[in-house]
């Protein structure tokens, strides 16, 4: 069996007893740390510096400082990456900039895999323009074939939520370029998963949330990266004040940021950002190849273990590792079930209608004797039909 | 002396000593409860329940819940307004959806004692759309002569930022009416402030902050307001995920929700989201009424002690309460100097260039006491020209 690099970092997570966490590509689990953190900005920062907190405990700067800490995660070069609102807003910002870097074209090109949000906001951007813009929706195998002269940007998420399946970030943006299209990346299920380089792969945008597989707790800020030479031109559309060139003289026009801080728009969310800031320095220290590697390898294990004992199971991950995230998802009729099951026994992975059952992994904290004890409950709970016994189960979940 | 109505609710905050609070206005202090609700939050719902938490903890419904406990302060019927993103990105969301329902239109009317990120985020929403649109912005006095059968939507902040002038919401949002125009109001300087009555103005759309007046922390989520009449009809543009019909059906095209909830957009901040629920059972027993009451008799207080001790400050706040926030500012042109010695003292305002020293008048946790004791600081300050020495100014603070 193939040996697996071991990443001592699980000792940096406050884990439930008697859990096997299998959801991080959901919601990543609590570093310890973050905890005092918030407290230490709520209590120290907040409660004794009030207003002087903006400067004096650096909650001005802090989007771009964390976003230099993420940014070496995902292959960004220093000052590229600002944090801030939600995945979904930070789409729209990304498509409506990179729409206006091709004005004589009209259509935004995604894939049926991509995550519904991103699609949702593309729709919004298409109805909010007057004419013409179409969302062009394709098969994930299509993408690369569907990539003509009228597109204007490509739009897609490298790691399917669902299966798992990762695109090839070089060659898809390459394609794009070919035929002077913009390329947008979604890196949600990514950064701090799979070895990203960002930089290498010259796309000009890229987003991505950070409370699954950085573990910056529900609801942390997301994150834009803007390739170098574009941080100069690409437009803001959402122009909120702390984007603007010199926020505290409150001009009255908007003038942007010269660099990234551009893409800022409203007050940042010190106290999650704070959270956000302690969670990344779990990290340090961690190349992202060498989880990589681990991934890999725990994805390999778990995928043959799971095929020996459940034979139930149908994998609908790509059995290439090179083409594929760090998630394995099953289809199983009585996925739902099974899956309740799982979790009344302590294996937290997660399910996504019709039948798929999610498993994701993370070598931070997940390691080969986690695999092997969560296969052995995966097949008990199939082996003795525990799925079908309402007392097995666990209460819903909704993500 | 007018008697001050007393609310006995300062207990309820974690002041530090020595300090005498007045820019509330710009970020309200620490409730108690708070720190203790955000560790709850992270290290039991988040750390011990993990994905769980969505709803076991009910983290999902939290921005409508907490919505219901800000409206009643705003008088919004229950069930609409939803809290999520910032002020700018709520702001934005209101201007496109107003845009949609005058769609013969293309003018936005606002003001130059809006604050500036409204404005901005309104040029940035007229770049977006293809042509002719229009922010046109006038003097605060001139709106109402402004709004013409152009004017698609009327977008005005209903107290002004640095001055502390008070739009009449009523007045203005029949003259609004009365031209066909849609009315957006930002609350940011009015909620938890001034008794304010969205249902009998009639506006279609509201938006404001929670850090300010609702001590939700800094950077705490932003709200909107829609009329309920409008609530299945209001566009949303930026059309998120959560703002679905049903977020979890993972549906490859958009439907809005049926009420308020159409306006949430992505994963909401859990931690900040909590706090503010927190922050708000503050309120749980005041009426708006006796906050307006109190701030009334505090301002006209402060306003006549200042001018009495310190005649080198002129008032560039309405003197009339009823054009006046919860906010007194005075012009000096040494002011950026005064405010550091007094805030070094203890004094906390803050300044707006060139001139102008902002005080915030909070009865929560201000009293006449309080009043009395920093206006005799204000004295020394002015009478020894404290504020021509260095030695006795604070850092710089920049919100």
Redesign the interface.
């Known amino acids: 069996m193939t040996k697996i690099p071991t990443l001592p970092r699980k000792h940096l997570f406050?884990l439930?007893e008697g859990?096997i966490?299998l959801?991080g590509n959901?919601?990543g689990?609590?570093p310890k740390g973050?905890?005092a953190r918030?407290?230490e900005v709520?209590?120290a920062e907040?409660?004794?510096q009030?207003?002087?907190?903006?400067?004096?405990s650096g909650?001005?700067d802090q989007p771009g400082r964390v976003g230099d800490m993420l940014g070496r995660l995902i292959g960004a070069t220093k000052g590229s990456v600002v944090l801030g609102?939600?995945?979904?807003?930070k789409v729209?910002q990304a498509l409506?900039a990179a729409l206006a870097l091709r004005p004589d074209r009209r259509v935004i090109l995604s894939d049926?895999g991509n995550?519904?949000?991103d699609?949702?906001?593309a729709?919004?951007?298409v109805?909010?323009?007057?004419?013409g813009f179409t969302l062009r929706?394709v098969a994930p195998e299509a993408v690369a074939g569907a990539i003509d002269d009228s597109v204007a940007v490509v739009m897609l998420t490298e790691v399917d939520y669902r299966t798992g399946r990762r695109h090839d970030m070089a060659a898809l943006t390459r394609a794009a370029h070919g035929a002077g299209a913009v390329m947008v990346w979604d890196l949600a299920h990514s950064a701090g998963a799979v070895d990203v380089d960002l930089a290498a792969s010259g796309c000009e945008f890229a987003v991505g949330?950070t409370?699954k597989y950085l573990n910056g707790?529900?609801?942390?800020?997301?994150f834009i990266y803007i390739r170098p030479d574009l941080q100069g031109v690409a437009?803001?559309?959402?122009?909120?004040?702390?984007g603007?060139e010199a926020p505290?003289?409150?001009?009255?026009?908007?003038r942007p940021a010269p660099n990234i801080e551009r893409m800022r728009?409203?007050?940042?969310?010190?106290?999650?950002?704070s959270?956000l800031e302690t969670a990344l320095s779990v990290w340090e220290g961690v190349e992202m190849a060498d989880i990589r590697a681990a991934s890999v390898a725990l994805c390999d294990q778990f995928i043959a273990k799971v095929e020996a004992r459940c034979p139930e199971l149908t994998l609908i991950s790509p059995r290439n590792a090179a083409q594929r995230g760090s998630q394995v998802s099953f289809a199983y009729q009585n996925g739902y079930a099974a899956m309740q099951a799982l979790?009344a026994r302590g294996v937290?992975g997660?399910f996504?209608?019709p039948d798929v059952m999610r498993f994701g992994i993370t070598p931070l904290y997940i390691d080969a004797a986690d695999v092997t004890a969560a296969v052995a409950i995966m097949g008990e709970v199939m082996e003795h039909r525990l799925w079908d016994r309402p007392e097995h189960h666990?209460?819903?979940?909704?993500?």
């Open positions: 406050d439930p859990v966490y959801d959901s919601l689990p609590l973050v905890a918030a407290a709520i209590t907040w409660g004794g009030l207003i002087r907190g903006w400067n004096a909650w001005m609102d939600t995945l979904s807003i729209f409506a049926s995550f519904p949000s699609l949702y906001m729709e919004g951007l109805r909010l323009r007057d004419a929706v949330c409370y707790g529900p609801g942390a800020p997301a437009q803001p559309f959402l122009s909120g004040w702390l603007h505290f003289a409150f001009d009255p026009t908007y728009v409203g007050t940042p969310p010190v106290v999650q950002m959270m979790i937290i997660d996504r209608a666990a209460a819903q979940k909704v993500t």
